[in-house]
């Protein structure tokens, strides 16, 4: 189920959670479900399009603070790995991480005045899962199939065409 921004996939909620009734007992659980628009959700030529996240999570009082856990789904897009033509992927990960109110950089996540922002989270899970290198389809052929195939022809063993680029490198020796 691919999330776009305006698609009726849940409510749009407010990613900020008020944490005043739920951390008087310990194990106490809210569900926060819905979806939202994360800013700057962009990594070089990969994005989370729109910006656009559909959360499922359980936020759970802990001993050290709070703790949340469930799926962020996301529509994702980045270039095709051979021929650079823009490729779409419904992405969904799990995530579990601790808010404290004195949180370890790069560890935990702060509690700012009994609130926790699931934004800044979501958006950094997010961005590290998108796809490095993906690829349009099995058998896209790349840019340009007859100078630089991306496959041998089958039951052929012949060298693919040299790329005279690299010519340097054949004059190399190693002792």
């Known amino acids: ?5 305006g698609e009726s ?4 909620i407010d990613p900020v959670v008020d944490l ?6 310990t194990g106490t659980r809210r569900a926060v479900a819905g979806r939202f628009v994360v800013d700057a959700a962009v990594v070089g030529d990969r994005e989370v399009v729109g910006g656009a996240v559909e959360i499922d999570l359980v936020v ?3 001993t050290e603070g709070v703790c949340v856990t469930g799926d962020v789904r996301f529509a994702g897009r980045g270039p095709c790995r051979r021929c650079l033509r823009p490729v779409d992927v419904d992405v969904e990960i799990a995530v579990q991480e601790i808010f ?9 996540w702060p509690i700012d005045d009994e609130r926790i922002d699931l934004a800044p989270m ?15 389809a099995d058998d896209c052929a790349g840019p340009e199939p007859e100078r630089f195939p991306t496959r041998a022809p ?3 063993e012949a060298e693919p065409p040299r790329d005279e680029r690299w010519a340097a490198l054949d004059e190399l020796e190693f002792d």
């Open 60 to 62: 759970e009082a802990v």
């Open 122 to 136: 979501v958006r950094e899970a997010a961005l590290l899962s998108l796809p490095l290198a993906p690829l349009c």
């Open 100 to 108: 404290e109110l004195d949180p370890t950089e790069g560890e935990t």
């Open 154 to 156: 089958d039951g052929d």
């Open 20 to 25: 005043v009734e739920l951390r008087r007992h």
């Open 9 to 12: 996939a849940g409510p749009v």
């Open 1 to 5: 189920s691919r999330v776009t921004p």
